[in-house]
């Protein structure tokens, strides 16, 4: 399912906004914004891509929409999946991007490549 065509243009002014520095880059097939060099938050098949604390997970898991993401299969740790119903309006979005913000000094940054 292809990721709704405003999304990225909603997450970016919500980022710009906070005077967030980002680097974007595409991933998984659809938009992925990196905070510190790290993997904030993203676009992903028609949702959105949430990353926060491990420790979160159960209690937002049950936010309208979200669900422990899966990628080739397997549950990604610390990674929500929402659908669109659950940020539809612009405070939902902010709340989840607030969500990803707050975990990314926590982070672990992926191993560069060599």
Known sequence: MPTEEYLPDRIRLILSGKKI?????????GHCFMVDDKMCLGTYKGGLMARVGPEELPNLENRNGAEQ??????????YLFIEPKGYDNDSD???W????????PKAQASKKKK
């Open 21 to 29: 520095v980002w680097k974007e880059i595409k991933m998984f097939g």
């Open 69 to 78: 993401m899966i990628h080739g299969g397997r549950p990604m740790k610390g």
């Open 97 to 104: 991007i607030d969500k990803c913000l707050n975990f990314n």
């Open 93 to 95: 979005l902010e709340f």
